[in-house]
């Protein structure tokens, strides 16, 4: 059993920026990074491989930077040029199986009880 825990979430001004962490039990082969806004369905958001390869969602053009740290099991959601639409609950996930472009929330396991982000204009 993986066990995630979100933080760095916040309320920010748009323009802003976040950095959410995700601390992990261990390390899987994919971690990856969700969100839910309210009234509207989860979406996948980013993902990353123990190699480093990564892997985002189109609307992310470039705002957002997954990243982590093996050697303290932790990932990161570097956000910039937050805008009030990136509102949502972030949540950190983990997959026993190897990324391979899929941001589907099916694919992983393990998932944290999320960071509240919250951007106002």
């Known amino acids: 059993q993986v066990q995630l825990v979100e933080s760095g979430g916040g309320s920010v001004q748009a323009g802003g920026s976040l950095r959410l962490t995700c601390s992990a039990s261990?390390?899987?082969?994919?971690m990856g990074w969700f969100r839910q806004a309210p009234g509207k369905e989860r979406e996948g958001v980013a993902h990353?491989?123990?190699?480093?390869?990564?892997f985002y969602a189109d609307f992310v053009k470039g705002r957002f930077a997954i990243s982590k740290d093996l050697t303290k099991s932790t990932l990161y959601l570097q956000i910039n040029s937050l805008k009030p639409e990136d509102t949502a609950m972030y949540y950190c996930?983990?997959?026993?199986?190897?990324?391979?472009?899929?941001?589907?929330?099916?694919?992983?396991?393990?998932w944290g009880q999320g960071t509240q982000v919250s951007v106002s204009s």
């Open positions: 990353i491989a123990r190699d480093g390869s990564t």
């Open positions: 261990e390390y899987t082969k994919c």
């Open positions: 996930a983990a997959s026993p199986f190897v990324c391979a472009g899929r941001l589907s929330g099916g694919y992983f396991t393990y």
